[in-house]
């Protein structure tokens, strides 16, 4: 987190110009949708119903009108490509998209803090838990991008999920879940896809193949995914010193994964599976159009690759008793990158007055920079049946982080010129080793105190060990390397309560109080500054109430949540002395907003689905020392954002054709909290239309796809010009129009 820390802190503040922001949340209004729980149940044809959603993440299999929270699932991943697709579909849930290079920021609830910047080895905020399976990613350094093939569902749940997952879910929890073997047929999917994106010379390609067979008959199946995706840039590049090129910022993703179920008695299975993914990535996502003069133009110097190598395992076992069902699972996240970055026209900008840079007229600048981080857990649970008044869960868990980070800025020829030794033209170095220890303990009970109503309660317990050891040369230098280390202890306890009221089979309200955490750390600092040595962990507090229920024999379903989260003793980079980074807590914000989801079956052939959230985020303290003010907006969230979509299934003439097209809105973002910051700005709302259709005759299905009919550029992040200048600045921009054609084959 201290190499986070060095790759955010505001590097420059301008004078303060106070934000009149502060939009107070009409509350009263939204309850305007709770009465809709006592609209009758109209006739339909029951063959139009909405199909049964359950969730998993709860760590039981649950419906989703008996879970008390909010929640999303998703369960169709037609021409669903990456976490922004998934984004939309989920009201609260919106990511700052940096492109494949770049992890995407994810942002439930509005709880981010961080500016939307160049996010070089920023990891994703880490507000948001991210599991695949019962893998937990790390926090920080985490992949740029999971992909989404061979999926059974992805879950997503709004707001704090402490007590079950801990660290890392102040803002909520997405959960991947791989699909497992079928024990009883085998099966072949594949699947190829090419498609061309406008200002791009070059098609893009995506091939996979699904391969399930039962190995032994209703004991031991096996499930393999191979997977390649090519996709050709659409930014070029005239500045690069090597010379001009052209779609600089394509990418390669590469992937493997294997399932490997055994299933003896009905008591007991064991599952295993193996994940490997490769990315290779050409450049940022990112123009400069005021430099440039065209939008789909980068003015760096350097081209900036990364490439990514992920490797996920883990076994879980489950063995069901009369009296509760044991769960244990081991698992390992492994994940190394190498990433370069044009450092450029942050040296030139440093200092204009400084001659020591400005001497060399041809100075030019990158960081290289490699990560390593493998992350070991395992965890213990026992859930009792869910048939029974009183449920219950109890669990244990421990994980171990290692992490390695090697940064290195490179001047080449700099040495040459000053005379002096530059090893391989390197100039400054940064390296971080840190050890990470969580043991955790968990539990929660429910009890149906009538056949409607519904009361339960959980706590976590945990206590993080934080052992890190930073150090800094800077060349041309005989002096060894300064090395800072940092060493925390830190524990707490976390609760959560909620209540739900069945209605009727098919309505329910509920109410929830849950707390979420993200841990606190050391902060590696010299041994003569004995103070802002740790910082705590920051705490979100949210008040949930929330409807959902079915009408008309099942053919609509609707979701509405409303809800307030105290996020307390925020965590935010600063620094000592003007040059050591450090994390500090600093004081409060507050969340709240309405959110609604709802999908309608309008007649055997059509279905209707959309989601709208409004969120009110800001901070209700004042910090003046970090230039925080009462009533800033935090950033990286919009205010509002809605989708609308309508799909169509039914045979005709022979086949069976699908059909869907969908708008989504993003609203309005500030990158920083306020003017004060160097890189505040607000980025306009954006509008994007996707269309598709398929036809489907025995095993073969062919598709067409049309993403961004309206060409729309859209505006996800920013890199301001104060530090880096007119040349050095650069905007994160959404991918064009792109016209495709696919084409599966099952078996």
């Not at 930014?235 to 690069?240: C, G, K, S």
């Not at 492994?334 to 200092?351: F, G, K, P």
């Not at 969908?662 to 509008?687: C, M």
Request: net charge negative; with cysteine.
């Amino acid at each position: 987190m201290t190499i986070k820390a060095i790759m955010t802190m505001q590097t420059g503040r301008t004078r303060h110009r106070p934000l009149h922001c502060s939009r107070k949340l009409p509350l009263a209004a939204a309850c305007a949708f709770l009465p809709l729980l006592g609209l009758p149940a109209f006739a339909a044809d029951t063959d139009n119903k909405i199909e049964e959603i359950i969730v998993t993440a709860s760590k039981r299999n649950q419906s989703l009108l008996d879970f008390s929270g909010s929640a999303s699932v998703i369960t169709n991943f037609q021409n669903i490509k990456n976490i922004g697709d998934i984004a939309s579909q989920v009201p609260g849930f919106n990511i700052v998209d940096a492109g494949p290079r770049n992890p995407a920021g994810l942002v439930i609830r509005g709880l981010r803090l961080d500016e939307v910047g160049s996010n070089d080895l920023g990891g994703d905020g880490s507000a948001v838990a991210s599991y695949v399976d019962n893998i937990p990613l790390q926090g920080y350094f985490v992949p740029p991008s999971f992909s989404l093939k061979d999926l059974q569902q992805v879950e997503v749940l709004r707001g704090p999920q402490g007590t079950l997952y801990g660290n890392a879910s102040i803002g909520g929890l997405i959960r991947y879940v791989t699909a497992k073997p079928d024990l009883e047929k085998y099966s072949v999917r594949v699947n190829a896809e090419a498609s061309q994106t406008k200002h791009s010379d070059d098609l893009n390609y995506d091939t996979d193949l699904v391969v399930n067979a039962p190995l032994i008959d209703d004991t031991l199946g096996l499930r393999l995914l191979l997977g390649k995706t090519e996709n050709a840039g659409f930014i070029d590049n005239e500045y690069l010193l090597t010379g001009p090129a052209k779609d600089i910022n394509n990418d390669e993703t590469n992937q493997a994964r294997v399932n490997l179920l055994w299933q003896p008695t009905e008591s007991f299975s064991l599952n295993t599976m193996y994940h490997y993914q490769e990315i290779n990535v050409g450049d940022r996502q990112a123009a400069n159009e005021s430099f440039t003069g065209d939008k789909y133009s980068a003015s760096s110097r350097y081209l900036q690759p990364m490439k990514g190598e992920l490797q996920l395992a883990g076994i879980d076992a489950e063995y069901e008793m009369e009296f509760a069902t044991l769960t244990a699972s081991m698992n390992r996240y492994d994940y190394t990158q190498h990433v370069r970055s044009d450092q450029t026209d942050l040296y030139i900008a440093l200092d204009p007055t400084n001659e020591y840079y400005n001497l060399y007229e041809d100075l030019s600048a990158y960081n290289a920079s490699n990560i390593d981080v493998v992350k070991d857990s395992v965890e213990l649970r026992l859930v009792s049946p869910g048939d029974q008044s009183i449920r219950w869960l109890v669990g244990g868990f421990y994980s171990r982080d290692d992490l390695d980070v090697y940064m290195g800025d490179y001047t080449p020829g700099f040495g040459e010129f000053l005379g002096a030794e530059l090893p391989g033209d390197l100039e400054y170095l940064s390296t971080q080793t840190e050890t990470l220890d969580e043991y955790s303990l968990y539990g929660e009970v429910a009890y149906d105190f009538t056949p409607k109503l519904e009361v339960s309660l959980g706590a976590r317990h945990f206590r993080y060990d934080d052992k890190l050891n930073v150090c800094i040369t800077a060349y041309p230098t005989d002096r060894p390397a300064s090395c800072r280390p940092g060493d925390d202890v830190s524990t707490g306890v976390l609760g959560k309560f909620s209540s739900r009221y069945k209605i009727t089979d098919t309505h329910s309200v509920y109410f929830t109080v849950a707390e979420g955490y993200r841990r606190g750390g050391a902060n590696a600092l010299p041994e003569r500054i004995d103070f802002s040595r740790e910082y705590d962990p920051d705490t979100a507090l949210n008040y949930e109430l929330g409807a959902r229920g079915n009408w008309f024999e099942q053919r609509l379903k609707l979701d509405a949540a409303l809800f307030v989260i105290d996020w307390r003793k925020i965590q935010i980079a600063d620094t000592v002395e003007g040059r050591y980074p450090i994390w500090i807590n600093a004081q409060d914000a507050r969340s709240q907003g309405i959110e609604l989801d709802f999908i309608a079956q309008l007649n055997q052939a059509f279905s209707l689905r959309g989601n709208y959230s409004y969120t009110d985020a800001e901070l209700t303290e004042t910090v003046v020392s970090i230039s925080a003010y009462d009533g800033n907006i935090l950033p990286g969230s919009p205010d509002k954002q809605w989708s609308l979509s309508l799909d169509y299934a039914e045979p005709f003439m022979g086949v069976d054709v699908d059909a869907r097209v969908g708008i989504n809105h993003v609203g309005e973002i500030y990158t920083a909290l306020n003017p004060d910051f160097y890189n505040y700005q607000k980025l306009k709302s954006y509008n994007t239309v996707n269309a598709r259709i398929g036809v489907t005759l025995s095993n073969w299905r062919l598709g067409a796809f049309i993403n961004n009919i309206e060409n729309i550029r859209g505006i996800t992040g920013k890199r301001s010009d104060e530090t880096y200048g007119d040349q050095g600045k650069f905007e994160y921009i959404t991918q064009p129009r792109t016209i495709g054609l696919s084409v599966t084959y099952k078996y």
